[in-house]
């Protein structure tokens, strides 16, 4: 399966600063990235689907000047949750899918960056 | 729209005994692939084993065997011989093959004791 990098794995912030969260696919070129938050002792929640080369498309209820997300290229896609407060404190984690043959409908998924805001 | 129901929160199984976990789903759409993730306290998601809703036989990976039952929409993921590291979050998760977004249940908490 393809593998992803996610950078950071954890990271503190003050209220009102901006985090920028990077997901790799090092070995295959994705044209399609997902980026997903995760609540403690909840389920996945998808934020957007992120396509290289042209502006996301983010899920209902998601505000896209809060969670600013960039896919310059075919390997790279970084998600920037801005004027971070407390309550946008969460596990954030991307995936990558498209591969070629059974793998073009799996997503694999990074290891996941846990934002603490104070 | 597509859901996912997962009715165990939690699920108990001693070393090397087999465990089911349940998955149920709920879709019009006429072609679409069922997926089982692992998410162990570390976060990240392990992609685990996948069906296609039109594939004739039942998807294995090593331990890992989904029981697929379109008429009754259930894909439940079969583990045999359960280990200690086997101990973690499951999630079963949808698509619909026009594209790709991923519909997640609410995950099962399985626990392999010795």
């Known amino acids: 399966g393809a593998v992803v990098s996610q950078h950071p794995s954890w990271v503190i912030c003050k209220s009102g600063t901006s985090v920028k969260i990077e997901c790799r696919s090092l070995d295959f070129q994705a044209t399609t990235m997902f980026w997903y938050r995760q609540f403690p002792k909840q389920s996945l929640m998808l934020m957007a689907t992120?396509?290289?080369?042209?502006?996301?498309?983010?899920e209902q209820g998601v505000e896209k000047d809060k969670f600013l997300i960039n896919h310059a290229s075919l390997t790279l896609s970084t998600l920037t949750v801005t004027s971070a407060h407390p309550e946008d404190s969460s596990f954030y984690i991307c995936?990558?899918?498209?591969?070629?043959?059974?793998?073009?409908?799996?997503?694999?998924f990074g290891a996941g960056t846990r934002l603490s805001v104070l | 729209a597509q859901k996912i129901t997962q009715t165990q929160p939690g699920m108990f199984v001693q070393e090397k005994e087999a465990v089911t976990l349940d998955c149920t789903y709920d879709?019009?759409?006429?072609?679409?692939?069922l997926f089982w993730y692992k998410q162990p306290s570390s976060g990240e998601m392990i992609f685990l084993i996948y069906?296609?809703?039109?594939?004739?036989q039942n998807a294995t990976e090593g331990r890992y065997s989904l029981n697929f039952q379109k008429a009754r929409k259930s894909a439940n993921l079969v583990i045999s011989a359960s280990q200690l590291g086997d101990s973690a979050m499951y999630f079963c998760?949808?698509?619909?093959?026009?594209?790709?977004?991923?519909?997640f249940g609410k995950g099962t908490m399985l626990l392999v004791s010795p």
């Open positions: 992120s396509n290289e080369g042209s502006k996301a498309t983010y």
């Open positions: 995936s990558v899918g498209g591969g070629t043959g059974i793998s073009k409908n799996i997503q694999y």
């Open positions: 879709t019009s759409d006429p072609s679409y692939g």
């Open positions: 069906q296609g809703s039109y594939d004739q």
């Open positions: 998760a949808m698509t619909p093959r026009r594209y790709s977004t991923l519909t």
